[in-house]
């Protein structure tokens, strides 16, 4: 998209109501958009309900990321991943390419490594035990419906 500051006038001038009211909460704006959409939204006489979240505020430093699990077959890596994700802890995968390019770099490699923020390092391994005593497993029977 272009955003050239008229571009993006038209643009959030095009958009409805509850998309504008959307956008300019939603804090994926740069400080330029958001103060243009912000302008066409007091042009339509339309507040915010919300605290307007800056893009800036979104993104908050926890630290470099360390690895807190390390897997020779890369679906483990991402299932891993996927876990910490749904439990709220940012994490992903590296290394996996490498493995699937060639599954002899995994030992050189020291493995699929999958990384999570410093600050998060002991809710991510807390996380990991629980998923492998078996605490978010589902019954047998899940799913199923009484005959």
Not at 94 to 117: E, K, T
Request: net charge negative; aromatic share 6%.
């Amino acid at each position: 998209m272009n955003t050239d500051p008229l571009n993006l006038a038209k643009h959030f001038r095009d958009m409805s109501d509850d998309e504008l009211l959307y956008r300019c909460s939603s804090g994926s704006l740069t400080e330029v958009a958001q103060s243009i959409a912000i302008e066409e939204l007091t042009s339509r006489g339309l507040k915010l309900h919300d605290p307007i979240i800056t893009a800036s505020e979104t993104a908050r430093y926890e630290g470099d990321f360390e690895t807190v699990a390390r897997f020779l077959n890369p679906t483990d890596a991402h299932i891993t991943s996927a876990y910490l994700e749904a439990a709220g802890v940012p994490a992903f995968v590296a290394d996996a390419n490498l493995v699937q390019l060639n599954s002899l770099l995994a030992i050189a490699l020291g493995g699929v490594r999958v990384l999570v923020p410093a600050s998060r390092v002991a809710e991510a391994k807390d996380v990991i035990q629980a998923f492998n005593r078996g605490d978010f497993a589902l019954p047998d029977d899940w799913g199923s419906e009484p005959h």
